[in-house]
Structures are given as structure tokens and as C-alpha cells.
DNA sequence: CGATCGTTTGACGGTGCTCAATCACCGTGG
DNA sequence: CCACGGTGATTGAGCACCGTCAAACGATCG
């Protein structure tokens, strides 16, 4: 008995997730708009344009499903319309090393194009719902719309550019820094989607934001505790107030996290403040006077 | 005297460079036919087709040599043709992260599309051969040349792709497993070049690594020796030979990085080896019965 | 209300960051 | 030809940070 047994755990302490619940995903018969989908990417549209009312479908999918299933065949190319997602990459021994999260707006599953098959899997973290374009229908599409194509081009161009963003956040050597990036990074994704860059309500679990920046989920809640101490966050559960963004930048710039004094002073051009004891770097610095 | 001054040291011991050598970039007046810069990208194509023989201005550019300026207007767009680049992005204090390392075939400065500016930089680590396509022309190109459009595509794919692997990259938690992904990594690559995997002529500094992995050079270099020590590589300098394949895949997956025993037992689907001492996982894992 | 999962906090030990010194390797200029 | 910096790579020593293991607490849902 008991066949079959799947190793959960290499990647010690970061347990994969309960794992298998890869439903609740309904192809939704309703859809919208072109023209929609459009702005959603960032693009101004005329709607008196004919073609801006071509329909696109429209799918749900609900906290926990998987919009992306790794190993399966790919198909379709999704763009977020509400909602988050996670985007994950399950090791071999069971583990699930989170790789992004996106927001409405954002593109998933163009990597797959260029190969057949979902290499990095997809999963809803809310209730969400997204643009559902088969591949074949988007070859023909980005002919018969040029403004989607152009729409198309600047998302990958964006998303590009937030794989960037992805790499500096993990690059810190501070786990307090790497979370401090992390939230200014989110909150600035808030902002650009028009809610409140302060009031955050971070979707994902402890764990997930661990994953992402490569430490251990205990030392993300004690990195949280640490800022909250500080005055620089308040935090209850996954309920995230930053309460003084200076400071909270500035971290983001250190190596090492929240120092004790150093209050704030020249949150621009001065020397960066808030390091723990080191004083020779300043000395090390390439001093030219002016 | 010696005027402007500039911070050069927060992220401590990494050191920006010597840095101002942004020069030696020529606009060679050769150029190749689009055939190549197809094949390069990965296409099959038939060079009797009249448009095959279109032809595509080449840049040079010298060791050292900057092809991508941060902040300054994106203007173009590359296909690295041969050589060897470091996508890098200086913050204010003068610490230069680099972000990725580009080879043959690899879209340099698609990210700034979605922006006026090049939010990331791009340097030569070798004399390097680039295609150059403006901004306009790879618009029109684009029409023009249905090959060329579904080329660009592919390539932002695995760009896609490749930022994912990234992300696993950095995302381990032990150094040792980072640097073994590293070479794994870039063996992968040279493979894909036609060049030897095991024998690889590493074009970056230590430090580059170092930066890239989101860790202090002086481990990297440390993490070199225990492989050597432990039969797995061989380095002389940039010369890296991999000696052991099997082991250094292993590393790849677990948390913790060469272990004492466990030569290399189960190389797919048996149970990860190399746990220093972690039983109690195998008991977490999750038993499913069938 | 109990079960499960997510979050927080504590204690301990090891890894890796920091600082430093040394060596190898260049191209330069005496 | 060999001193001479200058840069990159390697190695050592010390200690702080954070990964690991544990336990307690809180939230959510049936």
C-alpha cells in the first residue's frame, strides 16, 4: 500500500503547498470587448472604431485554481483582467520555487510559445479573470488588429523589463532589503493600477514571498516584524500599510536592512544612511570635490 | 581640483568598476543578409527567397565597450551575433547589478521599447558582432518580413523563458547551489551553440558572477574551490571544466550544496540525495496512495 | 468547535559577508 | 630585461545573519 510516493521536500522547510487542486476554471461564456482588453494593456482607444468591438473570451478563475498547468500542452495566451496570479516552477522533488506574480494587465503563458509545452505553471490567488487568446487566434489577430499587435509588443516589452525589476529584488544580500524591495516594488504596481500605493493587501502567503526572494517564509515574517518595530510598516496578516516610505525606500537601496539610529535625513543625493556600523565604505568611496 | 563627487560603495565590498570606458563601439559599415540573422535566431529558412537577401546593418563592439547606455534614448534594437554580453543596471550609488548575460543569438534592448529610455545597460565582455535594427525598421521590417515577426517572437519567448531560469537561479538559498545552476546553466548555453558543455571559457569576472548571483565574490571564488576539491570541476581562472556532470546536477537541486557522501546514487526519480542530514522531510512528504 | 493551514516567535548552529593579506597576471615604462 | 602599479583571483579569520527545527498562536472553513 501507499504506492506511489511523491518527495515533498528537498528544498527542506519549504514545503510544497496541499498542491492538487488544479480545477475550478470555467471557460465563462460571456467576453468583452477588444477594446477593452486593449486598455487594459495600456493602450488609448477610439471605440468608434468597428473593430474595437471584436469579442474576446473571457475565462474565471477562482483562489487556488491553476490557470497554467505545467507539462501541458500550450494553447492559449491569457491576459489578466482582475485578479493575481502566482507563476511557479515545481522542482522534481515536489518543491514549488514561485518565479513572478502578476496583476491585470499583465501576460501569461507567452514563454510557451516558443516551445510546445508549459514550462512554468500558472495559479489564481484570488478570484480572477482573464482574456483567453488561443495561439492560432492570435497569429491572426495581431494581423487583423494592428493595435493589439503594437498592445502585444509593449507588454512583452514590459514584462521584459519587470523580469529586470525581479532580478534586482533577488540580487540583495539582506533578506530585510530583498522584502523591503518587494513591497516598494508592489506597492508601485498598486499605484500603477490606481489603488492605493500605501494600503496594500498582499495576495500571497508568507511562503510564496520567501520562495520568490529565495529565504526561509520565518525569516520574511521576522523581516516584517523587524520594519514594523521601526515604524516603517504596519502589518496585520497580509494586510500591509507602509507608513513611512522614505525610509522604506532607502532600505531598498542599503545592503544591510533598518539600522537603529539614522533616522532620515537627505532621502536624496546624500550619503545613504542606515548603515549598521560600516564607515569605512564611505571613506573607500570615490570622493571628488566639486 | 577633482571635482563631482560621486558615492561609489554602498553594496560594500562590490565595488563599481573602473566604469568609464563607454567607447570603441563602431558602426561598421558591413552588414549580412536577413538569412543569417534568421538562422542565428533560430529559423529555418530558404535562402532563395528574394527577401532572404536583405540586408542588415552589423555593429562592432570591443571588449569594454558599452552597446546599451542607461538613460540614454532607445534607438535600437540588437541581435547579439557573436561575443558576449552584461546586461547591468547601476544604481545611484555606483553599484553596478548585472542582470543577465547575453550570447549569439540573444534580443539585447527590447526592454526599452515599451519606454523612450534604456532603463538597463549593456557592455561588451569581448569583442562582439551585433545586428542593429532601429526602432522604425523594425516596424516596418516587421510587415515586410512575416519570418522576421515570427522570429522576434520566438526569441522574446525564450527570453520569457530564460527569465524564469533566472529566477530559479537566484532563488536558491545556498551559494554553493547557486553557482552550481550557474554552470549548469551556461554549459546549457554553450551546448546550444555547438561548443562544448563541459569545457567552458567563462567571459565574465568573478565579480559579475558574484553580482549577478546576489552574492560576495569572495564566496564565489570559494565555492570554485570546493568543487575543485571535490572532483567536480576544474578551474584554472576562467577556464572551467566540468568533470563530473552527474554530481554537479545534483547540486543543482538541493538546498544545501555538495554534501560528504552520497556519490550520486538515483539519478532521476529516486529519492534527491544529497541531504546532509534531513530525515524528517522524507516523512512530510506527501504519501499519496493510488 | 475542532481541524488545518498560515503566521509569529524563540533558540541554536552554520553559512557567508566583511575585512585583510597574498598571489598571479598584465601591460607599461624605466 | 626586470621593477612598477593595477586588476582579478584566492585564501584566511571573525562574527553577524539567517536557515533550521520547534512550539505556540491566530485565522479560516467545514
Given at each position: 500500500?501507499?504506492?506511489d510516493?511523491?518527495?515533498?521536500?528537498?528544498?527542506?522547510h519549504?514545503?510544497?503547498?496541499?498542491?492538487?487542486?488544479?480545477?475550478?476554471?470555467?471557460?465563462?461564456?460571456?467576453?468583452?470587448?477588444?477594446?477593452?482588453?486593449?486598455?487594459?494593456?495600456?493602450?488609448?482607444?477610439?471605440?468608434?472604431?468597428?473593430?474595437?468591438?471584436?469579442?474576446v473570451?473571457?475565462?474565471?478563475?477562482?483562489t487556488?485554481?491553476?490557470?497554467?498547468?505545467?507539462?501541458?500542452?500550450?494553447?492559449?495566451?491569457?491576459?489578466?483582467?482582475?485578479?493575481?496570479f502566482?507563476?511557479?516552477?515545481?522542482?522534481e522533488?515536489?518543491?514549488?520555487?514561485?518565479?513572478?506574480?502578476?496583476?491585470p494587465?499583465?501576460?501569461?503563458?507567452?514563454?510557451?510559445?516558443?516551445?510546445d509545452?508549459?514550462?512554468?505553471?500558472?495559479?489564481?490567488?484570488?478570484?480572477?479573470?482573464?482574456?483567453?487568446?488561443?495561439?492560432?487566434?492570435?497569429?491572426?489577430?495581431?494581423?487583423?488588429?494592428?493595435?493589439?499587435?503594437?498592445?502585444?509588443?509593449?507588454a512583452?516589452?514590459?514584462?521584459?523589463?519587470?523580469?529586470?525589476?525581479?532580478?534586482?529584488?533577488?540580487?540583495?544580500?539582506?533578506?530585510?532589503?530583498?522584502?523591503?524591495r518587494?513591497?516598494?516594488?508592489?506597492?508601485?504596481?498598486?499605484?500603477?493600477?490606481?489603488?492605493?500605493?500605501?494600503?496594500?493587501r498582499?495576495?500571497?502567503?508568507?511562503?510564496?514571498?520567501?520562495?520568490?526572494?529565495?529565504?526561509?517564509?520565518?525569516?520574511?515574517?521576522?523581516?516584517?516584524?523587524?520594519?514594523?518595530?521601526?515604524?516603517v510598516?504596519?502589518?496585520?496578516?497580509?494586510?500591509?500599510?507602509?507608513?513611512?516610505?522614505?525610509?522604506?525606500?532607502?532600505?531598498?537601496?542599503?545592503?544591510?536592512?533598518?539600522?537603529?539610529?539614522?533616522?532620515?535625513?537627505?532621502?536624496v543625493?546624500?550619503?545613504?544612511?542606515?548603515l549598521?556600523?560600516?564607515?569605512?565604505?564611505?571613506?573607500?568611496?570615490?570622493l571628488?570635490?566639486n
Amino acid at each position: 500500500m501507499t504506492p506511489d510516493i511523491r518527495i515533498a521536500d528537498t528544498e527542506s522547510h519549504r514545503n510544497a503547498p496541499p498542491a492538487t487542486r488544479r480545477c475550478a476554471l470555467t471557460p465563462m461564456p460571456s467576453s468583452r470587448p477588444l477594446a477593452e482588453l486593449l486598455r487594459l494593456m495600456g493602450i488609448d482607444v477610439d471605440d468608434s472604431t468597428p473593430s474595437m468591438a471584436f469579442s474576446v473570451p473571457l475565462w474565471q478563475v477562482s483562489t487556488g485554481a491553476t490557470l497554467l498547468l505545467e507539462g501541458a500542452p500550450a494553447t492559449h495566451v491569457h491576459v489578466v483582467r482582475t485578479g493575481t496570479f502566482k507563476s511557479i516552477k515545481t522542482a522534481e522533488d515536489g518543491y514549488e520555487q514561485v518565479l513572478s506574480f502578476s496583476s491585470p494587465g499583465d501576460v501569461l503563458g507567452f514563454e510557451a510559445l516558443c516551445e510546445d509545452r508549459q514550462h512554468t505553471g500558472a495559479v489564481a490567488l484570488e478570484d480572477s479573470i482573464v482574456f483567453a487568446i488561443s495561439k492560432r487566434d492570435l497569429m491572426l489577430w495581431r494581423r487583423l488588429f494592428p493595435t493589439l499587435d503594437h498592445a502585444l509588443q509593449l507588454a512583452l516589452s514590459r514584462r521584459l523589463a519587470g523580469a529586470g525589476e525581479m532580478t534586482e529584488l533577488m540580487a540583495a544580500v539582506s533578506s530585510e532589503v530583498r522584502l523591503a524591495r518587494f513591497i516598494v516594488w508592489w506597492s508601485g504596481r498598486m499605484s500603477a493600477l490606481g489603488q492605493s500605493p500605501r494600503r496594500l493587501r498582499l495576495r500571497m502567503s508568507r511562503r510564496d514571498i520567501a520562495s520568490l526572494l529565495g529565504i526561509a517564509h520565518e525569516t520574511v515574517s521576522r523581516s516584517f516584524s523587524t520594519f514594523v518595530e521601526c515604524g516603517v510598516l504596519s502589518v496585520a496578516n497580509r494586510e500591509v500599510e507602509i507608513i513611512d516610505m522614505a525610509r522604506l525606500k532607502m532600505c531598498t537601496r542599503n545592503t544591510r536592512g533598518l539600522t537603529d539610529e539614522t533616522p532620515y535625513r537627505a532621502a536624496v543625493g546624500g550619503r545613504p544612511a542606515g548603515l549598521r556600523q560600516r564607515t569605512r565604505s564611505l571613506e573607500a568611496a570615490s570622493l571628488t570635490l566639486n
